[in-house]
């Protein structure tokens, strides 16, 4: 039997998808903004809210991020495109309908969100486009990636949305259809021409002894030879 979550048990830590009305999640999520010690994630969608009071992000899945992060930065000075923005981190909300904290938020386009002093720390998604692209970077098992955050995302129209899977090294790009509907692709559209091939051979050499600065640097001279040899 689903539980649901109501005011009483917002100090808890719930990393399952639990029954809750979006008055709880404002709640907790106001809690959250005036707090200066807690890190967490929030998920709400369908009547249900997913809490990840993270704490310090573990080192696999920092390493990942900025290992990403890197990996997209070369890729863009390789293949140029302008007005791209990275901003992972950030709170995405639709009032009384959906919110996420994905890992990755990319938008393409001079139109992306504006912070202005006295507004809440939000992505007002009533107000700003949805993202071109959102990630999460997985290093617990993949249900919630591939099942409610997949709908979650696709309900608020991100056209693709990739999952890094940090234990099995493997990345999922998926890909948003006329039936508001994903599919999973091995090519961005977002980032043209960047496969998930090419992210798993480099997820494949971090180790005791391979930084994601050196990784990174492999991933620059692959595609500078693909370049090259064009």
């Known amino acids: 039997m689903t539980a649901t979550l109501s005011t009483q048990h917002l100090s808890e830590r719930h990393l399952s998808w639990q029954e809750a009305t979006w008055k709880v999640y404002v709640q907790l999520r106001d809690r959250y903004e005036n707090s ?57 909300e639709k009032e009384e309908a959906d919110a996420a904290s994905p890992d990755l938020v990319f938008y393409v386009g001079a139109d992306r ?72 692709v091995e090519s961005s559209s977002v980032l043209p021409g960047l496969a998930t091939v090419l992210l798993e051979q480099a997820l494949s050499k971090i180790g005791s002894t391979t930084t994601n600065m050196d990784v990174a640097l492999w991933f620059q001279q692959q595609i500078s030879q693909v370049s090259t040899d064009a």
């Not at 009071?53 to 390789?78: K, P, T």
């Open 36 to 92: 200066q010690t807690s890190r967490v994630k929030l998920f709400f969608h369908n009547g249900s809210l997913l809490v990840d009071d993270m704490g310090w992000e573990g080192i696999n899945h920092s390493v990942i991020r900025e290992l990403l992060l890197l990996l997209i930065g070369f890729w863009i000075a390789q293949n140029p495109q302008e007005n791209i923005s990275f901003m992972g981190g950030c709170l995405l």
């Open 113 to 184: 969100p504006q912070w202005e002093e006295g507004e809440s720390r939000k992505i007002d998604l009533n107000r700003w486009r949805s993202p071109a692209l959102v990630g999460e970077i997985s290093d617990t098992p993949l249900a919630s990636e591939l099942d409610e955050k997949k709908q979650l995302y696709a309900a608020l129209g991100i056209s693709e949305y990739w999952v890094i899977d940090v234990r099995g090294g493997q990345v999922f790009f998926f890909q948003l259809n006329e039936q508001s509907q994903y599919y999973e």
